[in-house]
């Protein structure tokens, strides 16, 4: 009956009374109520992390867990705080970082200037125009990648003209591709995904 009339009191504006938190009294004018909870009194920039209030100042909270506030640039991985010009945070785990040109690879932070990382594999780069193929890494100017599989381009063939075949590669100046069987161009035909050779009237014949 008291509680009724006290809120009633509070609803119509009397500001001396107190609030409620959790179900218990307390002065909104010296603690907070965070989460239900009426917490320590906190007198600069006070914030409620989870069921406690801290100054802000001072401390990160990341996922209502209260964490020193690092200096630099402060982020949270997961439930804790770092400080992004050093460190990062890869998948959850928070990483120092290797170089300026960093970069994660599942849990690791790599240097990308000297590593791929490949379907989460953590290659070392032959040359700076590497590009991953799958699990491995090649290099454009000398292969290219067919489904996950490289292929180096062999001599006499033009970067340019070799090309995938599905998973396989071949050179486009002597060769087609018919749904993953390549052919000689010059001497036979894709017709129906079917390789023939090539009738005299140069076309498929009617089925
Ligand atoms: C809020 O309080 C409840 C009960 O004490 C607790 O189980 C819960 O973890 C707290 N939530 C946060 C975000 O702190």
């Known amino acids: 009956m008291e509680r009724i ?18 179900g218990a009294d307390y ?3 010296v603690a907070m109520c ?3 909870t009426i917490t320590t009194p906190v007198p600069n920039n006070p914030r409620c992390c989870g069921s406690e209030a801290v100054d802000v100042s001072f401390y990160m909270c990341c996922l209502d867990h209260v964490n020193i506030r690092p200096c630099g640039e402060p982020d949270c991985c997961i439930n804790n ?12 785990k928070i990483r120092s970082r290797p170089s300026t040109n960093s970069r994660c690879c599942q849990t690791s932070a790599i240097n990308a200037d000297h590593f791929l990382c490949c ?4 290659l070392t780069r032959i040359t700076e125009f590497d590009r991953c193929c799958g699990e491995s890494a090649f290099d454009p100017d000398t292969g290219i990648c067919c489904f996950g599989t490289v292929h ?3 001599d006499g ?7 995938c075949c599905q998973q396989t590669a071949f050179d486009s100046s002597v060769h087609k591709c018919c749904h993953g069987e390549t052919y000689v161009k010059a001497s036979h035909m894709c017709c129906d995904g079917v390789v023939i050779a090539t009738p ?8």
Request: net charge negative; hydrophobic share 35%; glycine share 6%.
């Open 5 to 22: 009339l006290m809120t009633l009191l509070c609803i119509s504006a009397c500001v001396w009374c107190d609030e409620f938190c959790g």
């Open 27 to 29: 002065d909104p004018a």
């Open 34 to 36: 965070c989460n239900e």
């Open 81 to 92: 705080a770092f400080d992004k010009t050093t460190h990062m945070c890869c998948n959850g």
């Open 119 to 122: 379907d989460g594999i953590v």
């Open 152 to 154: 180096f381009i062999p």
């Open 157 to 163: 063939v033009s970067k340019d003209n070799y090309k």
């Open 200 to 207: 005299p009237d140069n076309k498929c014949p009617e089925i």
